[in-house]
């Protein structure tokens, strides 16, 4: 049995929207792998967690485990939590947390409002979700 992954809320967002795009080859390398996992496995269990989490250990911005970016991208996990009705350190199977970030955030159109100064928003606004 797999053990839980623990991923950043937004990043949640990140795989939904991922085209293959990143900082570098090594961050995009770890998104298709972890892109993959997920379309394999969608029940693996991952964990909401808001500190530095698998993706960002491959970031170019993420310093000793510490992302150079920290406000900005609490921000972006504290209002997805918040849209998602989910709280920090709580387990669900990645098939659950895909289908309520869709009907929480990517239906009713507030994506912008959980990633509103992202650099990568222009890729996830051209790419329809349902």
């Known amino acids: 049995m797999n053990q839980p992954l623990f991923m950043r809320p937004h990043h949640g967002l990140c795989l939904q929207h991922f085209v293959g795009k990143g900082y570098n080859s090594k961050f995009v390398q770890r998104m298709t792998v972890v892109s993959a996992e997920m379309k394999v496995n969608p029940t693996r269990e991952i964990v909401l967690f808001c500190k530095t989490d698998f993706l960002c250990e491959a970031c170019p911005h993420n310093s000793d485990g510490i992302c150079e970016d920290a406000q900005k991208v609490a921000r972006y996990d504290e209002k997805c939590l918040a849209l998602c009705g989910l709280h920090n350190g709580q387990t669900l199977p990645w098939q659950e947390f895909q289908r309520i970030m869709i009907q929480k955030i990517l ?9 509103t100064d992202c650099c990568w928003s222009g890729i996830c606004q051209s790419k329809k979700i349902t």
């Open 107 to 115: 239906q009713p159109g507030r994506l912008q409002d959980v990633c």
